[in-house]
């Protein structure tokens, strides 16, 4: 079916006359060079002690009762009362000798299987945000059919490895529920892994349940073969609500995957110096890797960064920043510290998929890759700081994700890619174009872009004189239309429906 | 008098109750980092010896009596009647024994002086195209008011080290002579270094004249005091044309700087392949560097690189693509090979100054910055495949070099920046905002963009929901009417007219 579906989408786009979004083949990403160091040995041992100084002496709190039994089971120094739990350093090495350095997640389709650590890189859909915005709809509240849209056109997109969180919120529908629903799209209408949601243990459980009916496996098998990640994100400075603990506590319980991820907004959660908010950040990380470790030793998790700066004059949150581009280098050096697997984030606060949406996002996408982060969560449809998740966007993220990944293939250098023969025919001031060595490797020599425009001026006046924000718009559209839902059994589909039934009865309705 | 016409100008600032635009001061700009390598070193002498193959087998033509000359009594094989000329390594080797790995480019503002060499960078105005544009008058022929306020542009802005070739060419004014008019704004509106056309004798004597003077030197007083450099751009393949070969040999004669630059654009004028575009560039820029050496041991010279790609469906030009950015860094890597400057280049094909001619750029320029670019050439304003100076794209390219430049600041980690007392005092869940430790720094401690717009969606729309290519268009006009003109003794300006007045004399009318 799956074949068929394709090769009729393939017809419909001749038919148009028009050929497919070129766009690079579905590859592992790996990052061949050594991460680039910002920080010296010495001052990566400085921060960590700092670190250490901020856990065993002023303490991260916890609103979990049973997180803060776990620690105090486990020889912390525990107060009840302020929730408080002050962990010496022995406990973090305790728990940094069983994670792991490297794992992988694996959905359905054994193909978008993905590894987390190493020099692998992957990317997902931008998470969260409330909104959602297209040139020709404009900006809207977060809905479901948006978010169908969305996920398809991250299904459709090799580069993109991974569903992260909602790719917004779809508002319309009951907020205690619409997790079975955005979990029920992104299973159906792609074949990746996906992030589930963490707020409580309910929420992590389905997604991990949808994942294993999906990929026929009980809870149990997915224990040691996981499928899924969730963002732990810390509530800076120093705080771990009820929700998100007992949502890591679930995901390590069963296995899964963790990215423990302080929000260190340097002037606002954290000192306004990045030193300080780098501190911080590993404090909070790393007491969150200690948890998962006492749930279930071995338990896969990631060391998650997200420093920025707020803009000192107002206090808005701001990303693509120098200061954001240097936090993601050295948040890399910190967590190979640790041997740890790395989450990090390009991000911007333009309100436009215009050229400061893109400047802020090479910016920090550059500092994704140059320290070795493992998944560049919130990759592509990022804008306004998170609060809207645009189609544009979407495009241009993709555009400039196949770019960094063709910039990270290696350059071969043999005597074929030398080509002295093709030098020494070619005369003075001559040109290569008919030369047999261009001949044999022109169509597949260099990187073709779905975005760019490369017309001279007048061709693309005549053509509309569209800018790369408009031509996104056709693209997206393109996209979905060549979209193929990814083939699934009638039997996983109707386990699947039957799973959300059940839950929704379980849960009552409730207003969204 | 300048002291006077800042205070006015700023005084009128005032007056319309608004700031002046933010911009990073006056500083030296290097990169603390070691340069990132994508050639392990075995690659790098596979390049080598194939560049090698080049000179000692495949010759290079040059069309100049007197550079023929020079290379045969310096003991290379030469042929007159095809103007070719082979090198031996050994002559190579020479060369480079009497090259300098740095030097300084001193204009009549010492404190504009640039370094060329070892971690330094300077980033020029785009240099060359045919056209100018902004949002508000569309596009044009080059023409001299466009021109002065281009260079008045580059003064204005600290992170632009040195004004490049023609911004745009004056195209209303005589072709022979438009050269003068041209270092007179350069000369008069800015006080920083300038390139000098080397497109035969006179027009590079003219140029290196025109700087004395404004220095109070002589002639002879300027060569072994450089204060301006040309582009040798070569005709890929193997062929240095006689204008381009007289205004190499003359800047050497008087000691003034060369950037040889092969236009290796992959596909047409080089192998499809980036090994065999990098053996072949390498040996054009290493053949042009061994004629300045041959007229003038010691001269000061650059390697320059400008490998990119074509559109392999049209064979358009293409900048900032994978292949480009991954070539501005292995180049680099040649040029430290033979100790030398190395000169680079940021472009885009983007016929407009939108996310596409941004994230072009930023992929090129990261190249440039990784690579240790020196001379970042055509840093602000490219556009169209640099057929246009854009003024829109010249503001977004200034934001896009700042960001550079703060990322480059190294990270300070000591007590004051680790702020554990901040956060030990910050309680969980709480904020930074009103630290002593936060209030001590905030005014400083990020960078303040002039272009990134961080208000919330609301406020911006309210505001006109301008994206960044019309917040440009006005960043532009109040950057001149902030511009002031920096001062210059009037005798040395009548000297200038003088000269200019002189030179037309003799060089005679033309039509343009």
Chains 1, 2 share one sequence.
């Not at 992030?195 to 990929?215: C, F, N, P, T």
């Not at 260099?446 to 996104?472: I, V």
Request: net charge negative; glycine share 8%.
């Amino acid at each position: 079916m799956s074949t068929e579906r394709r090769r009729r989408s393939s017809e419909r786009s001749q038919g148009r006359g028009t050929a497919a979004i070129p766009q690079l083949p579905l590859r592992r990403v790996q990052n061949p060079y050594p991460p680039m160091a910002l920080l010296s040995a010495d001052q990566i041992e400085a921060i960590h002690e700092a670190s250490m100084h901020i856990l065993e002496n002023f303490g991260i709190e916890v609103m979990s009762p049973r997180a803060l039994s776990l620690f105090e089971k486990a020889g912390a120094k525990v107060d009840h009362a302020t929730q408080t739990v002050w962990l010496d350093r022995g406990m973090v090495a305790d728990a940094l000798k069983t994670t792991q350095s490297s794992y992988t997640l694996t959905p359905r389709n054994l193909a978008r299987k993905i590894n987390l650590g190493g020099n692998d890189i992957n990317f997902t859909l931008v998470a969260g945000p409330p909104n959602v915005h297209d040139m020709e709809r404009g900006r809207r509240a977060g809905n479901y059919a948006d978010y169908c849209d969305l996920v398809r056109l991250a299904q459709h997109f090799n580069c993109i490895h991974m569903i992260g969180n909602q790719v917004c919120a779809p508002v319309e529908m009951p907020a205690n529920s619409r997790h079975l629903d955005t979990y029920f799209a992104n299973v159906t209408l792609t074949d990746k892994s996906f992030h589930v949601s963490a707020i409580g243990r309910g929420r992590a459980l389905d997604g991990i349940a949808m994942m294993a009916i999906s990929r026929g496996l009980t809870l149990d098998q997915m224990r040691d073969d996981p499928g899924v990640t969730t963002i732990i994100s810390v509530n800076s400075p120093r705080r771990f609500d009820d929700m998100m603990a007992e949502g890591l506590m679930t995901m390590a319980e069963f296995g899964q995957s963790v990215a423990v991820t302080p929000f260190t907004l340097m002037g606002a959660m954290s000192p306004v110096t990045l030193a300080g908010a780098l501190a911080q950040q590993n404090a909070e990380a790393l007491f969150g890797v200690v948890l998962t470790q006492l749930v279930r030793p071995g338990a896969p998790v990631m060391y998650g960064a997200f420093t920025s700066n707020v803009d000192m004059r107002s206090g808005a949150p701001a990303f693509g920043t120098p200061e954001n581009t240097k936090a993601n280098i050295a948040s890399g050096q910190l967590a190979r510290r640790y041997s740890l697997p790395y989450r990090t984030t390009p991000g911007s606060a333009s309100n436009a998929a215009d050229a400061q949406g893109t400047y802020e996002t090479m910016m920090a996408l550059w500092g994704a890759v140059l320290g070795h982060g493992n998944l560049v969560y919130h990759a592509a449809g990022w804008q306004e700081g998170g609060l809207t998740a645009s189609f544009e966007k979407l495009i241009i993220d993709v555009e400039m994700i196949q770019h960094m990944m063709e910039f990270l293939t290696p350059i071969e250098v043999n005597e074929g890619e030398l080509a002295l023969d093709a030098l020494g025919r070619v005369p003075t001031g001559g040109h290569f174009f008919g030369e047999p060595h261009t001949l044999e490797r022109y169509s597949t020599a260099f990187y073709q872009p779905m975005l760019s425009n490369w017309q001279n001026y007048e061709a693309w006046q005549e053509a509309g004189g569209l800018d790369a924000t408009a031509r996104a718009t056709r693209l997206w559209k393109k996209a979905l239309e060549e979209y193929v839902e990814p083939e699934m059994d009638v039997s996983v589909r109707e386990a699947l429906e039957a799973y959300v039934a059940k839950r929704k009865e379980e849960i009552g309705v409730e207003e969204p």
